[in-house]
Structures are given as structure tokens and as C-alpha cells.
């Protein structure tokens, strides 16, 4: 099983202090957390998205590649990339590229965007959003496999006898993950391809995740990928710990009540009780991690975000810590205990490349 | 015999409230109505006050919680609604919007609904034709056609009689509406006259 953290990548007043990082800063720490990441013996590393205000990470691709130049062993993903508004054939420029320079040390993570505004900046409207995706995706998934494309569809200038490169590394495309809160239409697209599914879930209750990772499943089984319990399913979490349950609510609290998301809205306690917000001690955030298996089977990677809300530096490094030190070393014993064999881990490069020379020249999927 | 499920969508914010009062008017008035005909009927009241913080943080976080997940659930699988909102500023209460604004997508569409609405003075007696009744046609309910609304005279005034009228009528028409009934025949005046009698007692009415 894989364990990581993903980052939104806000710049927002640390509300104890009055401080606001400078852009400057922000990117810095992102790259810091990240090194931090690795040097904890954290799997995953992602980054969001954004092209507007609070938010620096609009350049995912150049980020990765400046942290896979810095890291060794890290595994490099985003949380999302955005597939509405971006063009297929950057993104499966961009991510062939890191791929190359990464040495397959990455995959991703597609996602709409929910920011309305940011939609006709790139020339696209947010109610076109499912078709978006659905169209872009398949547009990427086919660049990513075929040296020569002929394509036209309804979003986007045709293509004739067009080629994206550089081609995948090995000829093995970038594993893909589809993450989305509430839209079933995301799940069976994930099923459909036999990529993995990411349920964000720090958000929502736990019932949303269920079905969603549960229609998931169905239809990966139904589209021929394996059994329902072989899916390929991700999850996030939020938690911010302390040594002892006390102190981490305290000094989590106005990190809470004024959070961008959720902040002047419910209470800390509602919060904690209603979505996976763990604010607690390290063994709280084990069992509550533990928890989500029951009701999204034994899942393939666990992603936390931890740096937000004007969270400084150095907590969010202490936060690693932790995660590194006490919380991930128990859980990857249990998770390993729990999981059947037939359970597969989620495909990297080298699983996929391999899986790519033993079954012989079938690179493409059939379909 | 058929068994109704009502929601009865009450925004008043003092206890007790002439909202309320008027909300559980008009439920008894529908479920005798509906008696009548031998339905079965369930009623469902949801005080919007008590989910007033979940309303907010439900416009903030986009998920209910469990306390406000099973009103809106009770809402979505009724066969009928009544609302009653006070009126604020010419218009129904803001809390009240809060809770529309959160229902599911088409949640009410093909509902029958009957709309009531209470207010300070009876110069606000429209509010329910130019506020309520845009609302809920955009939602696609099936509003009923008669709307009751009460002004503080109607409770306390010698004319409050008149408030019961129109509350059973409407509560008929609008249990017509849940069961699909054809309206009822006007009697012929030439065929059964009202006794001379009655005539005398003049405006005694019910």
C-alpha cells in the first residue's frame, strides 16, 4: 500500500500570526515538504492545480520535475490535473516529458475543477464539465498509445496524423487515477479504463465515498479488469496530530474555524465527526485510517493533506514526522495483514513495465 | 386504501409561531381531507429553526449533516408538501430559502405543494402569489392554485372564522390535488334551497 500526502498548494494568512507566505515562499515549501515526504519514507508526493488566487501550484509539470531532480525514490502524482480545461495533448506532452526526466518515478490524478471563473479562461464552460473530461481523457489515453493519431471531436481542433512526444517511457503510459467527490459518471469512466479511482473524501461523509467506491468496484468488475476487490482505489484524508489528542485540537482550532474550505462554517467537532478530519493524536489518526477500510474495501493508496489553512513550515515538517515515525509504519503492517493475496498493489512503472514483457507485445489495451 | 406520505415545511422562528400554527392548520385540514377518501396518511414536519446551523453549513461545506440529511430526505420522498414561511421584507424568510436552495435537484418536481405564508399585516397577502409562487413553479411542483395567508388580524381579530374557511378549503382542494380527484359538482341552487331559517341567522358562518 501506498501512503503520501497531497497538497492544494494555497497561499493563505496563518491566522495565529498575521503572516501571509509570499508566493515565493509557498513554492519553496511545497518543494520542502516534498523532500521531507521522501526523506520520511512517504510512497506519494502530489500537487494540485489551480490557475487563480490563492493558489500558486499552476505549473504542476515544472514543480514535479524540480522535486524528481532534488528526490530518488518518491513517487510524483497530482491532485488533479486538470482535464477539463487543459488540453490532452500538452498534458500528455508535459507528463511524457516528467516521465522521461522522473525515470517513470510518476503518475496522475485527472479531475474537472470546480472553479466556474476558471473555465472560459481556457476557453471552456464549467456545465460542459463530465463531457470535458470524458472527451479530453480519451483523447489522452489514446496519444499515450498510439504513435499516430487521427482524432476529432467537439472540444477541440482536429488531429491528423498527429504524434505526442516524447513517447510514453518503455512505451509504458503514466498510470492514471480519476478522482471526484460526487459524480458517478467519474467512476464508471475509471472502470471503464481499468485506471485507479481516487475518492478525495475529506470533504464529504463517508456514505459519499462508499457508493461512489462502490459503483467503482461494480464496474470494474463488469468491464473485465479483475474482481470487484482487485480495483485500484485511493482515498484522502486530513489530519493534524500532536503528541496528545488535547494539544492538537488546540492548535489546530483557528487553523480550523478560518480554513478556506470549511472555516466560519461547522465546528471542529462536527467537522471531525461528519468527514475523515482527524485531529488527534497519531494512534487516533491509525485507527481512524484504519476505519475507512471498512467501507471502501482494502484499498491502494492513502494520500493525507496536511499543509493548508496557513499551516507554517515548520509544523507541517513536524506533521511528516509524525506520519513517518509513528503513523505509517503501523498502518502499512496492518493494512499488509488485512489484505488478501489476490489484492493487487496500485501499477507503478516498473509493475506495469513488467507486467508490459511478460504478457508480450500487447501494449494496448483491448478494447 | 393508499398510504401518503406529507412534509409539512414550517420556517417560523418563535415558539410557539403563528407559522406553525397556521402550518398545522392546514396539515389537519389536508389529512382529514385525504380521511375522507379512506388514505392513509403520514405527516413529516420539519421545523426549518432546528437546522438552522446545518443549513449554513451545508451552503458552506456542500454535504448535509445526518440531522439535516433525514429532513431533506423526508422532503424528497413525499408524495405532498406544505411550506409556510413567514414573510420578511416582502418576502419569505431567508432561513426558509436556505433550506429550498439545498434540496436535491428536482426534489419537488411533480410534487403537489401547497403554499402558505403568515405576515404582520394583510397588505402582504400577495407575498405568496409574487414570492412563493415563482419559486415553486421554477421547481416544477405542482402548486396548488389556492395559497393561504395569515396576517396577525386573522388570528385575533372577530373575522378569524374566516381563516378557518379558507384553510379548509384550501386543505380540500390540495388533498383533490394529492389524489388526483375530480372536482366536486356545485350543488344546483334550485335543486336544495337553503332553508329560510338558516337565511335568518344570516353571517353565521362556519
Given at each position: 500500500m501506498q501512503f503520501g500526502i497531497f497538497t492544494v498548494g494555497d497561499v493563505t494568512?496563518?491566522?495565529?500570526?498575521g503572516t501571509t507566505p509570499t508566493e515565493h515562499e509557498r513554492i519553496a515549501a511545497t518543494v520542502a515538504i516534498a523532500r521531507k515526504a521522501e526523506e520520511v519514507g512517504l510512497d506519494v508526493f502530489a500537487t494540485g492545480e489551480h490557475h487563480n488566487p490563492p493558489f500558486v501550484p499552476s505549473a504542476p509539470t515544472t514543480t514535479l520535475a524540480y522535486i524528481a531532480a532534488q528526490t530518488e525514490r518518491i513517487l510524483l502524482s497530482t491532485s488533479t490535473t486538470l482535464i477539463t480545461t487543459t488540453d490532452p495533448v500538452r498534458i500528455a506532452e508535459d507528463y511524457a516529458t516528467l516521465q522521461h526526466l522522473s525515470n517513470g518515478r510518476i503518475d496522475l490524478m485527472m479531475g474537472r475543477g470546480n472553479t466556474g471563473p476558471v473555465y472560459p479562461w481556457f476557453g471552456k464552460d464549467i456545465r460542459d464539465g463530465i463531457p470535458l473530461a470524458i472527451e479530453n481523457y480519451a483523447l489522452l489515453h489514446q496519444l499515450w498509445r498510439e504513435d499516430v493519431v487521427n482524432w476529432s471531436g467537439q472540444f477541440r481542433t482536429p488531429l491528423q496524423g498527429f504524434t505526442a512526444t516524447p513517447r510514453p517511457l518503455d512505451g509504458i503510459p503514466p498510470f492514471v487515477w480519476h478522482g471526484s467527490i460526487r459524480s458517478p459518471e467519474i467512476a464508471e469512466q475509471a472502470a471503464y479504463y481499468g485506471d485507479g479511482f481516487f475518492s478525495n473524501?475529506?470533504?464529504?461523509?463517508a456514505s459519499h465515498t462508499k457508493q461512489m467506491v462502490a459503483l467503482y468496484r461494480r464496474r470494474f468488475e463488469h468491464y473485465g479488469h479483475g474482481s470487484a476487490d482487485q480495483a485500484i482505489v485511493g482515498l484522502g484524508g486530513q489530519v493534524f496530530m500532536r503528541k496528545n489528542s488535547q494539544d492538537a485540537v488546540r492548535d489546530f482550532r483557528p487553523y480550523f474555524d478560518n480554513a478556506p474550505v470549511y472555516g466560519h462554517g461547522p465546528s471542529l467537532e462536527e467537522f471531525t465527526s461528519q468527514t475523515p478530519l482527524t485531529v488527534g493524536s497519531p494512534q487516533e489518526v491509525i485507527e481512524r485510517t484504519l476505519g475507512f477500510r471498512e467501507y471502501a474495501g482494502d484499498y491502494q493508496r492513502q494520500l493525507w493533506l496536511v499543509d493548508?489553512?496557513?499551516?507554517p513550515l515548520p509544523t507541517v515538517l513536524e506533521q511528516l514526522d509524525l506520519l513517518g515515525e509513528e503513523v505509517v509504519p503501523v498502518l502499512r503492517k496492518e493494512f499488509d495483514a488485512l489484505r488478501p493475496a489476490h489484492v493487487p498493489e496500485a501499477p507503478t512503472h516498473t509493475t506495469l513495465l513488467a507486467a508490459a514483457s511478460s504478457s508480450e507485445p500487447v501494449k494496448e489495451n483491448a478494447r | 386504501m393508499t398510504t401518503s406520505h406529507l412534509a409539512v415545511i414550517t420556517a417560523g422562528l418563535t415558539q410557539p409561531s403563528s407559522t406553525r400554527l397556521l402550518a398545522d392548520r392546514l396539515t389537519d385540514a389536508v389529512v382529514r381531507s385525504l380521511r375522507e377518501t379512506n388514505d392513509e396518511v403520514v405527516v413529516e414536519v420539519v421545523e426549518v429553526r432546528d437546522v438552522a446551523h446545518d443549513l449554513t453549513n451545508h451552503v458552506l461545506t456542500g454535504f448535509a449533516s445526518p440531522e439535516l440529511q433525514v429532513r431533506l430526505d423526508a422532503i424528497a420522498e413525499a408524495d405532498a408538501v406544505i411550506v409556510v414561511t413567514p414573510i420578511y421584507a416582502a418576502s419569505f424568510s431567508g432561513l426558509f430559502k436556505m433550506l429550498i436552495d439545498v434540496l436535491?435537484?428536482?426534489?419537488?418536481?411533480d410534487t403537489p405543494v401547497l403554499l402558505g405564508a403568515t405576515g404582520g399585516?394583510?397588505?402582504?397577502?400577495?407575498a405568496i402569489e409574487h414570492a412563493l409562487r415563482p419559486l415553486f413553479a421554477h421547481l416544477g411542483a405542482l402548486v396548488a392554485p389556492v395559497g393561504v395567508f395569515a396576517a396577525s388580524d386573522d388570528w385575533g381579530s372577530a373575522d378569524a372564522g374566516l381563516l378557518g374557511e379558507r384553510i379548509t378549503r384550501a386543505g380540500r382542494s390540495f388533498a383533490g390535488l394529492i389524489t388526483g380527484t375530480s372536482k366536486t359538482r356545485l350543488p344546483d341552487p334550485f335543486d336544495e334551497v337553503t332553508p329560510f331559517a338558516t337565511l335568518l341567522q344570516g353571517s353565521s358562518r362556519a
Open positions: 494568512t496563518d491566522p495565529t500570526t473524501h475529506i470533504f464529504w461523509p493548508h489553512a496557513g499551516l | 436535491p435537484t428536482d426534489a419537488l418536481r399585516t394583510a397588505r402582504h397577502s400577495l
